[in-house]
């Protein structure tokens, strides 16, 4: 079984160029994350799909962000304009969304460098 | 969400057993535990998730005691590939079907020869 896929892995942009990043996730997985790293801290939770539904986007930056999920399967997150602190290592994670051990599984990062 | 405290960075030894503590003192009646490994350039990946007293997989054990305020993850015999950064997590994945994950810093695991 496939894991959960990103592309690009890197990205190096020029400040207030735009960049969109692809999500796919593991196939039948209805629950599907976004998480970004920026230099030196901690993995940050962005937002939450249940398929093509946010369900939560409380830690998404500002509206320079715009995360999409059209028909319930991939996902992008785009950046516009992009900004010299959205530097960082954006993840993703999908789930099944089963209660009581709901395991989720991440993708392998999109390094984004704005210069 | 319970807060969790783990050490920064642990040292060892290839061919030793690893014990990584962590402490969750608001832990709920709900939450789990949930370990995660992340090596570098990659994503956290799951390792062992359990509730209460003793857990174990292919890879780890997870020991829980009683009041379940702290929680040990057991690596038996490390080796230079288990050198990666060790995420406790404490949440609810019992009543809720799917939730963000917070995550903290982090245990640094560096294995020698």
């Known amino acids: 079984e496939a894991g959960v896929t990103q592309f690009p892995s890197h990205s190096v942009i020029e400040k207030g160029q735009t960049v969109t990043l692809r999500c796919d996730p593991i196939s039948g997985h209805d629950n599907l994350y976004w998480y970004r790293r920026v230099m030196g801290k901690e993995i940050k939770f962005l937002l939450h799909f249940v398929k093509e539904s946010k369900q939560d986007e409380s830690g998404m930056p500002n509206n320079r962000f715009l995360a999409e999920r059209t028909g319930g399967t991939y996902s992008t997150l785009k950046v516009q304009p992009a900004e010299l602190e959205d530097s960082g290592v954006y993840f993703c994670?999908?789930?099944?969304?089963?209660?009581?051990?709901?395991?989720?599984?991440f993708g392998p990062g999109t390094r984004l460098t704005v210069l | 969400l319970a807060k969790t405290t783990q050490p920064i960075s642990m040292d060892s030894y290839e061919g030793q057993e690893v014990n990584i503590t962590c402490s969750h003192n608001?832990?709920?009646?709900?939450?789990?535990i949930t370990w995660y490994q992340q090596f570098p350039s990659q994503g956290p990946r799951f390792i062992i998730q359990g509730y209460k007293t003793k857990v174990t997989n292919e890879v780890a054990s997870l020991f829980i005691p009683a009041d379940r305020k702290s929680s040990t993850l057991s690596l038996p015999r490390v080796s230079l590939s288990d050198t990666a950064v060790y995420y406790c997590l404490v949440g609810d994945t019992f009543y809720s079907s799917a939730s963000k994950i917070i995550f903290g810093s982090g245990t640094r695991l560096s294995i020698r020869p």
């Open positions: 994670a999908s789930s099944q969304g089963l209660a009581g051990t709901d395991t989720q599984y």
């Open positions: 608001n832990i709920a009646t709900n939450d789990y």
